[in-house]
């Protein structure tokens, strides 16, 4: 190399990129493969959070040529009914071996076009439950957390029914109990309040392997910055915590992107975690509550 950058931005660099690059070992992104049965997700689901549940839909789109076809999906939840034009398609579920999910399999018949509606639900578990998963002051887990508190259902959890390690994009909205804000990969391109709920909608064109929900009682804050809408997404409000994470993450893009290449979505958020995570999905990192606020 040519030029060096100086001692301080040098060590603030690579301490930076050692914490993204930490929290995206999380990120389910850069695995996985084009191709399978599915071209796309459409979700619409709604959370309970007095329950602890999930209950949607999953309008699949089927690549053409795709008559058979397995999907995957956690033990605590389960496939209610599959249709296709109108009528319900047989399906066999079986528990996977060594595994903590079902495979569902389907006859879809062949076709141009053809979508499935699959019915789904699930219960999670407590937030309680997931902190006694924390060791030394990390959350170590493998399945979703509904709770008061918030909300987190991480994709690897299979938490709606998904083909193994099958890249594709998706759309996904949310009704949540008023006051609470989700947040997901993607744009977010509709948000209203209907009936006492909020209902927002994620919008993934990237092809990813898989989608990520989390929600909260955020208050959250935005600026544009060269196309990319940056976010934070803070338990409390706190505009000089917000700005400083901004105006840090407009100068790593604009260092990454010089160093690496253009940052490759149109947002970025910070988003505080209930639980004591540093996780990095595609378009946002989600940190605990103690973690956002060290002084990086």
């Known amino acids: 190399c040519d030029r060096l950058l100086p001692m301080p931005l040098l060590l603030k660099t690579f301490a930076f990129l050692f914490i993204f690059l930490m929290a995206a070992q999380y990120s389910r992104a850069d695995s996985g493969v084009m191709g399978g049965s599915l071209a796309s997700h459409s979700l619409d689901i709604t959370v309970d959070i007095k329950g602890r549940k999930v ?19 956690r033990e605590g939840s389960k496939v209610l009914k599959i249709e296709r ?31 499935l509606v699959i019915s789904f639900e699930g219960e999670f578990q407590s937030t309680s439950e997931a902190f006694e998963k924390v060791k030394r002051g990390v959350a170590y887990l493998d399945d979703g957390v509904i709770g008061e508190e918030g909300v987190f259902l991480p994709s690897s959890s299979l938490w709606y029914p998904q083909e193994d390690d099958v890249l594709s994009p998706f759309t996904m909205r949310v009704s949540l109990p008023g006051g609470l804000r989700s947040v ?18 994620w919008r993934s064109t990237d092809s990813l392997n898989g989608a990520d929900l989390v929600a909260g009682r955020y208050a959250v804050a935005e600026e544009r910055y060269n196309g990319v809408a940056i976010y934070t997404f803070f338990f409390k409000d706190d505009p000089s915590l917000s700005k400083t994470y901004i105006d840090k993450a407009k100068e790593y893009l604009d260092l990454y992107g010089t160093l690496i290449a253009p940052y490759p979505y149109r947002k970025f958020a910070v988003v505080e975690s209930f639980l004591p995570t540093g996780y990095g999905m595609p378009s946002f990192t989600l940190l605990g509550s103690s973690v956002i606020r060290l002084p990086f």
């Open 184 to 201: 997901s990969e993607g744009e977010l391109i509709k948000a209203s309040e209907e009936n006492g709920r909020t209902v927002e909608t």
């Open 55 to 73: 209950v949607g839909t999953d309008t699949v789109t089927l690549r053409p040529g795709a008559g058979e076809l397995t999907l995957y999906i």
């Open 85 to 115: 034009d109108g009528k319900t398609l047989a399906f066999v579920s079986a528990k996977v071996p060594n595994e903590k999910s079902q495979a569902i399999t389907i006859k879809a018949g062949t076709g141009d076009g053809v979508k």
